[in-house]
């Protein structure tokens, strides 16, 4: 039964608030995917405080044009298109998918929109494969210290070679 005019306008609506308070969207191919590993989907991205929405390509195109999002033509993917929005932390999202796409083979990323701009889905996968962001600051900061830890112990060994000087000048004399 098609959709009325109604149905199609709060689609985009809802789609419209999606796009506008996503830090990502995520464009995935869902075909041949059972409603159960749906639902598993949706139970997955929900603890990454992310959002799957499945609607027609002609509806995303038009939220995509009127919400100046880059020229993509969706009728490129030959299959249906499923978007998951990611509010928090794009990576974690895109790690979420990417494990979930390899172990059900079924679900496909397509490429998606980091802000404004098109991803394909090369680009897609490798913010799936970088570490989190704790690992990330951590990384930092050890980077940031090491110079530090390294003048602290080149200055604690002078000052030790002095003493142990000292100490042998007092033995000797």
């Known amino acids: ?29 869902f075909n041949k995917l059972p409603v159960s590993k749906t639902m598993e989907l949706r ?3 929900k603890s990454a405080n992310a959002e799957y929405k499945v609607a027609k390509k002609t509806l995303i195109s038009r939220v995509l044009k009127l919400s100046h999002f880059g020229d993509v033509d969706l009728d490129n993917f030959k299959t249906q298109v499923g ?12 790690q979420s998918i990417w494990k979930f796409s390899k172990v059900n083979e079924a679900l496909k990323i397509l490429g998606g ?15 799936a494969k970088l570490p989190s962001r704790e690992i990330l600051l951590g ?35």
Do not use: C, H
């Open 83 to 94: 978007i998951i929005f990611s509010y928090v932390d794009p990576a974690a999202t895109a």
């Open 1 to 29: 039964m098609p959709l009325t005019r109604e149905q199609k306008q709060n689609i985009l609506n809802d789609l419209t608030d999606k796009f506008s308070r996503a830090k990502a969207a995520i464009l995935v191919d």
């Open 113 to 127: 929109f980091l802000g404004f701009d098109w991803q394909d889905k090369d680009k897609i996968i490798a913010l």
């Open 139 to 173: 990384q930092l900061v050890r980077t940031i210290a090491a110079p530090l830890s390294g003048l602290v112990t080149a200055l604690s060994g002078n000052m030790r070679n002095l003493v142990n000087l000292l100490n042998n000048l007092k033995l000797k004399g």
């Open 43 to 45: 139970r997955n991205l």
